[in-house]
């Protein structure tokens, strides 16, 4: 027992050695030891920052796929052909209303569902005008996109059945017409309609694709569909799934009643496209991280090319401590220490080049995030993979000036000049 005590004492003493003699050698020369770590430093540093960067980006757009709706499905009208001529999705006008509540009655996966009608026209109010986009729901807007009024209320079923000329009005749609006042009690014209401003949407910004989703009213999909689109049918349905675990069986649900619904049978092409939150999320997510990779591998190359620095010096090192290695041998070093020695000398460079590197990554990330408004996601494993990549880089191109020094004939390395 007295005897593995010793002998781990006596391992430790003769690493702790090595580590000091590593720092005394590196202390000599700091300038070229500090040159040397500079590629360590910025190959680190760029590859949090990118990492970063990437990290943010795919953060955002996903916190933007979220706010799109609660486990968001949409059903979009198919594809019509005329003469041998396919007009493209959504130019069928197969989809009504009563898909829409049949889907809600017989879906147990779906929570909630509305049909949706879109038209746009010159809003007037208060002596200011606004061209905008206009949508009409049913009374379960709310619940799948999510989106709560900062005033006012939301229209009812009867405001429904009834194509009540009410609306509601988005943030920017009240920042344009109604700057410093309370718009909700307010009467704005629609294609010379008169209709009531009911409450205002909650502040939601940009979508994943750019859009501006507060330049927006909202009404009743009755009202939009008999007094301003003029038309019978509904452009395309929004549903909820009860849970994210069941949007594939409600995308299921969904496509079997409306085929039947729509007397779809056997082979033939659906009248109708069911895409889902999923689909989208995992599109923009799986580019997000090729991004993220990509930054990050281009960083990297930083780091080889300070490995490559580092494996220059210590064979320059080796080259001019040759009669120091030929006197170490000579008083009993073995050809392990000789190697340990250099590695270590390697190892302790990229490592302290590692940890200043990155603090550097985290600070540029903050100064770009602070300056440029990018959303940059600094995370634990990624600073610890950098900081173990550094390790590695370390030991990887440390390793030959190592071997070479621990390879040197005592007797020729005492005599080199």
Avoid at 336 to 349: C, G, K, N, T
């Amino acid at each position: 027992m007295q005897t593995n005590t010793l002998n781990k004492t006596g391992c430790f003493m003769r690493y702790w050695q090595i580590l000091k003699i590593a720092y005394k050698a590196l202390t000599k020369n700091k300038m070229r030891s500090s040159l040397t770590m500079l590629g360590i430093i910025i190959g680190v540093g760029a590859v949090i920052a990118m990492v970063g960067i990437g990290a943010g980006a795919t953060n955002m757009v996903t916190a933007q796929i979220s706010a799109m709706g609660d486990n968001l499905i949409n059903i979009f009208p198919g594809s019509q052909q005329s003469g041998g001529i396919r007009l493209g999705a959504g130019s069928m006008t197969t989809l009504k209303d009563d898909d829409a509540k049949a889907i809600k009655q017989n879906c147990s996966a779906i929570k909630a569902v509305s049909p949706v009608v879109r038209s746009n026209g010159q809003v007037i109010a208060a002596g200011q005008n606004w061209n905008t986009q206009i949508e009409g729901y049913s009374t379960d807007f709310p619940v799948i996109r999510s989106w709560p009024l900062s005033s006012g209320s939301f229209f009812t079923d009867q405001d429904v059945q009834g194509a009540t000329k009410v609306c509601i009005l988005g943030k920017t749609i009240v920042d344009n017409l109604f700057p410093n006042e309370d718009p909700v009690g307010q009467i704005i014209r629609i294609k010379k309609l008169p209709f009531r401003v009911i409450g205002v949407l909650s502040a939601k910004g940009q979508n994943a694709m750019g859009r501006d989703q507060d330049d927006i009213i909202i009404m009743p999909y009755t009202t939009v569909q008999r007094k301003l689109a003029g038309i019978t049918h509904i452009h395309y349905i929004m549903a909820s799934a009860v849970s994210r675990d069941q949007i594939d069986l409600a995308s299921e649900q969904i496509t079997e009643l409306l085929r039947v619904r729509h007397k779809i049978v056997g082979s033939q092409e659906n009248d109708f496209t069911v895409r889902t939150q999923l689909e989208l999320a995992t599109t923009i997510n799986s580019t997000a991280n090729i991004m993220s990779i990509l930054l990050g591998a281009i960083a990297s190359v930083s780091l080889i090319v300070g490995g490559i620095g580092i494996m220059n010096i210590m064979l320059v090192s080796v080259t001019e401590r040759t009669r120091e290695i030929g006197l170490r041998m000579a008083v009993g070093a073995k050809s392990r220490d000789i190697m340990i020695q250099f590695l270590a000398e390697s190892i302790v460079l990229s490592l302290i080049g590692g940890l200043i590197g990155i603090m550097l990554g985290v600070i540029s990330g903050k100064i770009i995030q602070a300056v440029l408004h990018w959303p940059i996601l600094t995370s634990g494993p990624a600073i610890a993979v950098a900081f173990l990549f550094a390790g590695f880089v370390g030991v990887f191109f440390g390793f030959y000036p190592a071997r070479k020094a621990s390879l040197l004939d005592p007797i020729e390395a005492l005599r080199y000049e």
